[in-house]
């Protein structure tokens, strides 16, 4: 189910101050962890932010592990290139919406928002009228 990337630059025609963007549909199947990581890694390769890369692919994951147990069918990840950082978010059309827990020493899961706000410089959930997104920014200088 993957999408071909949608690629954008915001206002008219694109100069190196503007952002650069990518989207991607993917279902929300075990598999589609792995894909997302692999797409995460060739973008960042193609915008030269491979510096980014090792922070954003634990961010990712962590997000679309959520939406795999949590989730609906099929979800949507975009990456924006932006002057001073990255920005991605994951869309997905479930009702409930993630928050970060508190598990036990001995807990198996339940950590992964509290890895993404150890990680991201920021993150967040923005309710939608078909779903929500989980968003996180990283700055670019790290």
Same mark, same amino acid.
């Given at each position: 189910?993957?999408?071909?990337?949608?690629?954008?630059?915001?206002?008219?025609?694109?100069?190196?101050?503007?952002?650069?963007?990518?989207?991607?549909?993917?279902?929300?199947?075990?598999? @589609? /962890?792995?894909?997302? #990581? +692999?797409?995460?890694?060739?973008? =960042?390769?193609?915008?030269? !932010?491979?510096?980014?890369?090792?922070?954003?692919?634990?961010?990712?994951?962590?997000?679309?592990?959520?939406?795999?147990?949590?989730?609906?069918?099929?979800?949507?990840?975009?990456?924006?290139?932006?002057?001073?950082?990255?920005?991605?978010?994951?869309?997905?059309?479930?009702? @409930? /919406?993630?928050?970060? #827990? +508190?598990?036990?020493?001995?807990? =198996?899961?339940?950590?992964? !928002?509290?890895?993404?706000?150890?990680?991201?410089?920021?993150?967040?959930?923005?309710?939608?009228?078909?779903?929500?997104?989980?968003?996180?920014?990283?700055?670019?200088?790290?």
């Amino acid at each position: 189910m993957r999408m071909a990337p949608h690629l954008a630059a915001h206002g008219g025609s694109a100069t190196a101050s503007q952002a650069r963007a990518v989207e991607y549909l993917l279902p929300s199947a075990p598999a @589609g /962890v792995a894909e997302t #990581r +692999s797409l995460v890694r060739a973008q =960042l390769t193609h915008w030269d !932010l491979t510096h980014l890369t090792d922070d954003c692919l634990i961010i990712v994951s962590e997000l679309v592990t959520n939406v795999i147990r949590h989730g609906g069918s099929a979800y949507t990840l975009r990456l924006e290139d932006r002057a001073d950082r990255l920005y991605g978010e994951v869309f997905d059309p479930g009702d @409930g /919406v993630p928050f970060q #827990r +508190s598990p036990g020493v001995d807990a =198996l899961s339940g950590r992964g !928002l509290q890895i993404v706000g150890a990680i991201a410089d920021e993150w967040g959930v923005a309710r939608a009228a078909n779903g929500k997104f989980v968003w996180f920014t990283v700055s670019r200088t790290g």
